[in-house]
């Protein structure tokens, strides 16, 4: 699905996950912390904040620094 949405829009697809691998995500006790709701948030704030200033076809493993997301 991400594949195919990447390739019909002609846009890298990017998935950010903002649950912990505890939270029993499907099961009848699965759990979603307020906190990390809000984490994800600013998350999302600062990725679209910052993407403008990295370059499309830059390679984010030479410069780890530029894809780096406030996490807290």
Partial sequence: MVETL????QVP???MGSG???ANVHFPNEFFLLDNFDKG???LVYYWRHLPD???KEDLTK???SARLLCG
């Fill in 6 to 9: 990447s390739r019909l829009l």
């Fill in 13 to 15: 697809v990017v998935l």
């Fill in 20 to 22: 912990l691998p505890d």
């Fill in 41 to 43: 948030l600013r998350t």
């Fill in 54 to 56: 990295v370059e499309r």
């Fill in 63 to 65: 410069n780890p620094q």
